[in-house]
Each structure stands twice: as C-alpha cells, then as structure tokens.
C-alpha cells in the first residue's frame, strides 16, 4: 500500500464526535477499495462488501427493519455486533438502492459504527430516481497520484520532504524537474505506478497498464449506456479523448465523427459523472464571484495525463527533454498541471476555470484563473521571458490588484514588472512541479507582499 494523502482525511473523519456515513467519490481504478483496506487496519473490525457480488447485493436488497437488516449483515460476515471499533465499507453501492437508503438509518441509528461507501458510477442513481439522503452524508473524492505521492511512492523521501518546504529550496530544483517529467511520463494511476516501482523503474511495463485501464473504461460501456446508439458514441468518445485533451473542444463532430453536439454533450456529461473527464471552463471575469460562461468552449481533462501519453506515443519525447512545454505544444504541461490543482479537490467536485477575452481583433487565453479570499490570481504556463506573457497583462489591466503567477520549468522567483500599458503588478514565478502546492504558494506570495 502506498501512502495516500487522503488518508489524513479520513483519519480527521474517523476522528468527529459528529460523524456521517462517507460517501467515497472517485473514477475506476483511482485506489478507492486499497485505501479502505488499508485505513481498516485502525479498527477492532472490519466488514467489507462488494455489491457487484450477487449473493452480497441480495442482501443489501432485502426490506429488512433496520436493525434486523444490521445483524443480517454481521451474520452474514460471522460477525458480533459489540462493544468495538467498527468499520463498515460497502463498495460499488450503486448497484443496490436500498443500500443508498439505508445510509440515513446508520447516521440516525447507529452513528458509533464507522461507514463508508463508494462507487465509480454513483450518479447513475440519479437517472433512477434514487439520491442520497441529504444531510446524514458527507463526501471525500479520490484522484489518481498527484507528484508528492509518486515521491512517496518511489521513495524520494529527502525529496518529498524538500518539496513540502515554503519556500522551496533552489539546490533541489533540477532533480524535482526530472522526477517530475518521469511522473508526467507515466501519470499517476495507481497500477501504473505500482508497476513502475516494482520492475525497478520500467517505464515500458506501463504501457500494458495504460492499455488495460482503457480497456476498463470500453467495458464498463454496458454499464453507463441506457441503449446500443449510446453505447457506441461513448465508446467513440473514450477512443477519441486522450487525443484531444487538453485542448478546447467543440462538440459537434467530435473526433471527426457525424454525431450531433446534443449526442455528444449528452455523452460526455456522463462521463463527467464518472469522473473519466473534467472540464474547465472558460469565464471572463477578473473579480468574484468568477462566472464560467458555458456558451464558450470548454478545456477537455482526461483522467490521467500518462494514459494520454501513451496514447499519443509520446513517451519518447517526455525523457531526458529539459522543458516540458516544447512538447506536443506545451498541451502535456497544462494538462499535468490541471490534474495536479485537480488533485487539491478532495471535498467537493473539481472545477477549475481559464480566462478569456474574446474580440474580434484582441483574443486572450490565461490557462488558469484561482480564487483567493477577494482576489481571482490569473497563472500562466509558459517558458520564456515575462515581457511576453500578452493574455496575463490583459487580465492584469482589467483587474483591481495587482499578483498574477507563471508555472515555467525555472527556478521559484517574484519579479516587480509593469505591463506594456504601464500597469506595475508582482509576477510569482514557479517551477511547474510546485503546480499541486498552487494554493500555498498564493497565499506565501499574496500576504507577503
């Protein structure tokens, strides 16, 4: 088991006087079931059941009063219900609705046991008219690895450790570059990565772990379709996605297709549901609240940036390259990037935005924009010298402070600059692995200017 950060959350879970039953959100593949196994170990007893299994469905099925329906399930498992710390996980809940049901009866009745749930198409309840019982539930989400845990995982502990330090070290700067671009290269899906650690560094050995899990995506159609048409437009759409995210995507003839935009937006929303995707959307605001603006086209986030480079055959441009942004025109950074600001969502859905400005003779592009207390902090990815960051200076001369940040592969720096209207603003220049400390490194930059 590799060390997981949302363990500290749970652990704060475990630890309320006030505690609901946990629902645990995450896509297909993303470690939820290694996670609950692992934090078990803190318990005197642990139940788990797996609802795509028949026999343990049909009992989570059964109209049962509810303390009838509790021993039923310790009968089940040869289990005492007594005077211990008790841990109940029910996996892939989705598939029975009166296990959602009765989530309510073990926050009202039974709130000294310990429950969590979790599922990878838990908004297919939705369309059967089945919810969750507002207010006796609460929710954590679960992401693939972000850079700080591949350190874990690959044991660069010295690393880590300099990597939490704000702020950061410059002697580190070119191994935190190159550990980086080998994260970027290989994604953070757990079995990619457990494979990368166990065959001593085979980069190679993980793309048969890439081409698995989108294989486990294609079969997993039968189970997000409502009929064969959708079927085949969502297997269009997996097929298609690695090779467009990253970029603003249209959705009529999406992948060169002849499906309709209403067939595909009907499509990817549910695959948003699934959290296979996310997407960003565009806003044009410079102050809060930030508004998306969703008649404007949205950035495609796949799940996980190392399937889409091996999708795309990229892996040979990722080793040994110096900057990330010279490859594949810098779509690979800004997309390593979203997933590892993604990763910092743990309490809610993510949804990260970019800015734009849209004329006819006077576009612009921020790729992110971040809230921060009163202030929306616009951050750019991009090499280069400062004087040519154009879309960051034209959100500068329309908002009413004055921080703005560049993710590039250089070291940490804040330089004073004016933009070319005469506008003075600070630039915060970070190194782009720092990406998944983003909301730290404002905070240090904005307070303590």
Known sequence: MFKRKLTDNLTEWAGKSNRKPLILRGARQTGKTTLINDFARNFDQYLYFNLENVSEKQLFDRDLPFEDYLSSIFLYKNLS????????????????????????????????????????????????????????VEFLFLHPFSFEEFLWATEENLTAALYGELPIKEY???????????????????????????????????????????????????????????????????????????????????????????????????????????????????????????????????LDTGIIN?????????????????????????????????????????????????????????????????????IEIKSGKEGTLRSLHQFINNCKHSFAVRMYNGILKIDSLKTPEGKPYRLLSIPYYLSGRINKYIEWFVENQ
Not at 102 to 113: G, V
Not at 255 to 278: A, D, P
Not at 358 to 378: C, G, H, R, T
């Open 81 to 136: 219900l007594g005077n211990k710390k008790i841990l109940i996980f029910i996996d892939e809940i989705q598939n029975s609705a009166n296990a959602v049901k009765q989530l309510r009866y073990f926050y009202e009745k039974r709130p000294e046991l310990y429950v969590v749930a979790a599922g990878s198409l838990l908004e297919t309840l939705l369309e059967k008219h089945i919810t969750f019982p507002v207010g006796r």
């Open 172 to 302: 580190g700067h070119q191994k935190l570059i190159n550990l980086f671009h080998r994260y970027t290269l290989i994604g953070g899906m757990p079995e990619a990565v457990k494979t990368y650690v166990s065959s001593s560094n085979d980069i190679v050995k993980t793309n048969q772990i890439h081409s698995a899990l989108i294989a486990t995506f294609l079969e997993d159609i039968e189970k997000y379709a409502r009929d064969n048409k959708t079927a085949n437009i969502i297997r269009h759409a997996i097929n298609t996605i690695p090779y467009e995210a990253g970029k603003r995507i249209k959705y009529a003839g999406f992948g060169k297709s002849n499906y309709s935009s209403r067939e595909i937006s009907e499509v990817m929303l549910i695959l948003e549901k699934t959290m296979l995707i996310t997407f960003l959307r565009p806003t044009t605001s410079v102050e809060l609240p930030a508004i998306p603006d969703m008649k404007k086209s949205p950035k495609l986030q796949f």
């Open 310 to 378: 091996h999708i795309n055959g990229l892996q040979q441009s990722i080793i040994n390259v110096p900057d990330l942004n010279s490859v594949y025109k810098g779509i690979i950074t800004e997309h390593i990037c979203a997933q590892e600001i993604i990763s910092l969502n743990v309490l809610e859905p993510a949804k990260p935005m970019f800015w734009v400005r849209e004329k006819k003779q006077s576009n612009a592009e921020v790729d992110f924009v971040i809230p921060y207390k009163d202030l929306i902090i616009p």
